[in-house]
């Protein structure tokens, strides 16, 4: 049992890594701040298209990755708000990774997107959830919020309030670093 979590904690360095909460509830939820921040790990996300890219990729801007599925009624609440913030906040990209797996993940979320009227979002997949676990992720849904030299500087287990006054502020201090 030892081998195996240090396997793990080997494979994965951000299953052993500190979050602290922030004593301020922001935007309707408590926030994680990473202690220090974490680099991501590289591991491939798959693309809507079939192709892949990797978080590191995304450095340039701040983004806010939310781990969701498509079987999550809780990660369906906050979709839609995540779908409507898309494009509105200068420097900041937002971008679902779905947990959905198998052969069908893609057209699994692709189809959900259509029913809901998403047209905004990316359709991703985190292929095995590797980047989940790599950063310790433990439920649906889960949002990392990146600076904008790829790291992460924040963790909102649960659905966030991404559209408040306080994310929106949030999000617009890291974007002015």
């Known amino acids: 049992m030892h081998r ?16 602290e909460p922030d004593m301020s509830t922001r935007f309707g939820q408590r926030i994680e701040i990473a202690s220090p921040p974490i680099e991501p790990y590289g591991l491939p996300i798959l693309l809507g298209d079939g192709a892949e890219t990797n978080l ?60 809901s009227g998403f047209e905004k979002l990316p359709v991703a997949i985190d292929l095995g959830r590797m980047n989940f676990a790599a950063l310790g992720g433990r439920g649906t849904p889960t949002s990392y919020v ?23 502020r949030f999000l617009a201090e890291l974007v002015a670093q």
């Open 4 to 19: 195996l979590l240090l396997a793990a904690l080997l494979l994965f360095p951000g299953l052993g890594h500190a979050y």
């Open 56 to 115: 590191p990729a995304q450095k340039g801007q701040v983004s806010v990755l939310v781990f969701w599925a498509t079987w999550c009624a809780v990660c369906k609440l906050e979709m839609p708000q995540i779908e409507a913030l898309a494009g509105t906040i200068d420097g900041v990209q937002f971008l679902p990774i779905s947990l959905d797996s198998g052969e069908d993940a893609r057209a699994k979320v692709a189809q959900y997107y259509a029913r």
């Open 146 to 168: 990146l600076d904008k030299a790829g790291q992460v500087v924040a963790r909102v287990q649960g659905p966030g309030d991404w559209g408040s006054d306080e994310a929106r």
